[in-house]
């Protein structure tokens, strides 16, 4: 199971399209790089990670998209869903 590694490549993705824009290679001024995840998947460290470093890039051609359902594949989300409050809080 790769939980974690999902909005980390995503990253790298979004990331390179702006090394390409940048060094006038190919104009990905346009293009966006969507993230689809769910809330266990963001409860990872790596993915709590992945928030700051993009935030920290300024990658404006990113988006996350979160499905909030507090499962994960070994059980309920930790926090009795306050897991919601604490993403909310992050993607700020």
């Not at 995503?10 to 990331?15: K, T």
């Not at 928030?51 to 499962?71: G, P, S, T, Y």
Request: with cysteine.
């Amino acid at each position: 199971v790769s939980m974690g590694l999902g909005p980390l490549m995503a990253i790298y993705q979004a990331r390179f399209l702006k090394y390409l824009h940048a060094r006038g290679i190919a104009d990905t001024s346009k293009r966006k790089v969507w993230v689809f995840c769910g809330d266990g998947e963001m409860d990872e460290p790596e993915s709590l990670g992945a928030i700051a470093l993009a935030a920290r890039e300024k990658l404006d051609n990113l988006i996350f998209v979160v499905n909030c359902n507090l499962q994960r594949l070994d059980g309920p989300v930790r926090g009795n869903g306050k897991i919601i409050q604490e993403l909310e809080g992050d993607f700020r």
